[in-house]
């Protein structure tokens, strides 16, 4: 059933670009801005509707739907801007919220600075044309409780010691509308899915707590399509290790880091590094460093929004950008930042598609999409076999990141090695480090590049997007312990 807010906003999707009913509304909102004196308006235009369904043991515990609709105004004038945000879309409230964002910049309209020079908006780029139905074709309420007890009986079936059994389910869908007063006109529909197990196992004094999350993006269907069954066998088998798993002796040593969700570790240590948001603030230490090195010559790292179905993948970012492969670090060496226009505007790096934002509440601002360290040429046997003595981190759990790259990291799943093979799992680890000293020391990746969803806060809100790599070793890291 069409909600109210949906058919009060009708109209982002009308077919004929060149008669958008929103165009002469925004071609005025962008002509009084400008003629105000402003370098640059936007305007960003959204509508959301969200799904979240929780299971608990064998009963849905919560059921959380919402619906949101706004707008975000934002005014560049000399490097500044002023930002305001409303949720009253009708011609005064959008100029009234303009004129805030004027006056942050000491601009106003009672006293136009110039004729104008906007020279209008150009033709609609509608990436959402066909993504019209996406909302429709997701599964219903009755499907998705369906899947999520499914997904809490397969734990019970195959798990053992189980206290607690969870299955969650979320479904992002949002449409947006960006225009600005340099042309551009754009609209997009995004759809993101996510869905999960997770356990607590004890037995007596003993404990383990492991979880999994799914994700994708653009994908009606992708819950009716999860593989429950063998999901929960994973989160059983790892609950299971680790349930008797004796605690790690902390120390210096090498370290392997699975593939998949292992990248957390270099999108929150370096990657945040390299967005211009750093730079802007003086926070990170590579902002001098383009064409040197950073890392080990075996380290490429990428950022794209392109990967099909992956958690941050983009038709075109919060200011109407489409997105682009950005090799951030090449053999080490590094060679671009991620910028969006504020970026560009006050740091001289182009920008590269990653203007993103939580919502209309916020600005946008360069965030990371698709986030990984590429491919090597090693096996996994080959990583494992050249250490003597260190760990092996199969699942990374919850960590935190300083402003300018000092980490430290939980494992989940964990297991020494020893002799170059692996041994008895351990739990307890926490790897700690810099991301200057930790990323030279990344000396060998394998073949097995694997991406991971996850949720990225920063300065714009929380946003999608995917961390993946090889199963990548380091040389030496120091793991707390017991």
């Not at 305001?84 to 011609?91: K, R």
């Not at 869908?173 to 225009?179: P, T």
Request: proline share 2%.
């Amino acid at each position: 059933m069409q909600s109210t807010l949906q058919k009060s906003l009708a109209g982002f999707n009308d077919l004929d670009p060149g008669h958008h009913p929103w165009r002469q509304r925004l071609d005025s909102l962008l002509n009084i801005g400008v003629s105000a004196g402003a370098d640059l308006v936007e305007v960003f235009l959204e509508r959301t509707d969200h799904l979240g369904v929780l299971a608990e043991q064998d009963k849905i515990t919560s059921v959380s739907p919402s619906f949101g609709m706004g707008a975000g105004i934002r005014v560049f004038r000399s490097g500044r801007d002023g930002f305001v945000s409303t949720n009253d879309l009708s011609d005064q409230g959008l100029e009234d919220a303009l004129q805030q964002a004027l006056a942050m910049l000491q601009l106003n309209t009672s006293t136009l600075a110039s004729s104008g020079g906007f020279d209008g908006l150009g033709s609609l780029r509608d990436y959402g044309s066909s993504k019209n139905n996406w909302l429709g074709n997701t599964p219903d309420l009755v499907t998705i409780t369906q899947r999520l007890l499914e997904g809490t009986d397969c734990l019970e079936k195959r798990g053992q010691h189980l206290d607690v059994r969870r299955g969650s389910f979320a479904r992002d869908w949002q449409e947006v509308l960006v225009a600005a007063s340099d042309g551009t006109f754009a609209r997009d529909i995004r759809l993101h899915q996510s869905s999960g197990l997770s356990v607590l196992a004890a037995d007596g004094e003993h404990r383990s707590s492991i979880a999994r999350r799914y994700g994708s993006t653009d994908r009606p269907d992708d819950l009716c399509n999860w593989n429950v069954d063998a999901s929960a066998q994973e989160v059983c088998d790892s609950a299971v290790k680790m349930l008797r798993a004796d605690y790690v002796d902390g120390g210096q040593m090498p370290v392997v880091l699975a593939n998949r969700f292992g990248g957390v570790i270099f999108h929150e240590a370096c990657g945040h590094l390299l967005e211009t948001t750093q730079v802007e603030r003086g926070s990170t230490p590579f902002a001098d460093s383009i064409g040197e090195s950073i890392a080990h010559s075996a380290v490429t790292a990428i950022d794209e929004g392109m990967s099909g179905g992956a958690f941050g993948s983009i038709s075109m970012d919060d200011e109407g950008m489409e997105p682009q492969k950005t090799v951030l670090i090449e053999n080490g060496i590094l060679q671009r930042f991620l910028s969006d226009r504020a970026g560009e505007m006050r740091t001289g790096h182009a920008r590269t598609g990653s203007g993103r934002r939580q919502s209309h509440s916020f600005a946008a601002a360069s965030r990371m999409r698709n986030t990984y360290i590429a491919a090597g040429p090693h096996s996994i046997d080959d990583l494992i076999s050249s250490v003597d003595h260190g760990l092996y981190c199969k699942s990374m759990g919850a960590g935190s990141v300083g402003a300018t790259g000092q980490f430290n990291f939980s494992v989940e799943e964990g297991y020494l090695i020893k002799n170059g093979e692996l041994g008895q799992p351990v739990k307890g680890a926490t790897l700690i480090g810099d991301a200057k000293e930790v990323m030279p020391r990344i000396s060998m990746c394998a073949d097995d590049l694997e991406l991971a969803a996850g949720y990225c806060g920063s300065v714009s809100g929380s946003v999608f997007v995917t961390v993946g790599q090889p199963h990548v070793k380091v040389d030496s890291i120091t793991v707390g312990g017991r």
